[in-house]
């Protein structure tokens, strides 16, 4: 089959005598979880800003050095992007124990498969925004009067439903 979810496990196991690495979209999947459950406490919407651009810079350190090798990324470099980040130490270590009991100790995953970098998306039950990562810093969150936020600072033109919108005070 040509479903890239589908890992064919045995056949690798059998013909190449190796590990089988989990498809993408699994690697993703993990990380989502151990994440939300390893460092929900610290996570807030700077948290997630400033882990998509470590992850951005270092993709493009990678590229722009022409590294031969693909660039992935171990619990250890992820624990340190998350310390750069600001998450508690006790967040990391029980992430790192938790990315180990589902990769493996040694096991390394690309940084597409921890986030995606090419997109900013939050969402509600009862929206969705997408924002280019590198505009993502115009997204915040407030609570104003006991209720929650999301804020856009729009500095230039809106539109919405392609009709352009003035915002007065």
Known sequence: TRDVSVSHEDFINTIFKTKVPKPASHQAESIANILNSTVSDDCDIELIQALQGQLIEIAEDHKSNKEEEPLKLSSKDIGTLLRCSGVSEESIQSFSEKFEDDFGEF??????????????????PEVTIKVD??????????????????????????????????ISE
């Open 107 to 124: 096991d390394e995953i690309p940084p597409s498969n921890v986030m995606n970098m090419k997109k900013f998306e939050v969402k509600t």
């Open 133 to 166: 990562p590198a505009h993502s810093e115009l997204i915040q969150t407030r609570i104003i009067n006991g209720t929650k936020y999301l804020l856009i600072r729009a500095d230039s033109e809106v539109v919405v439903n392609g009709i352009k919108v003035n």
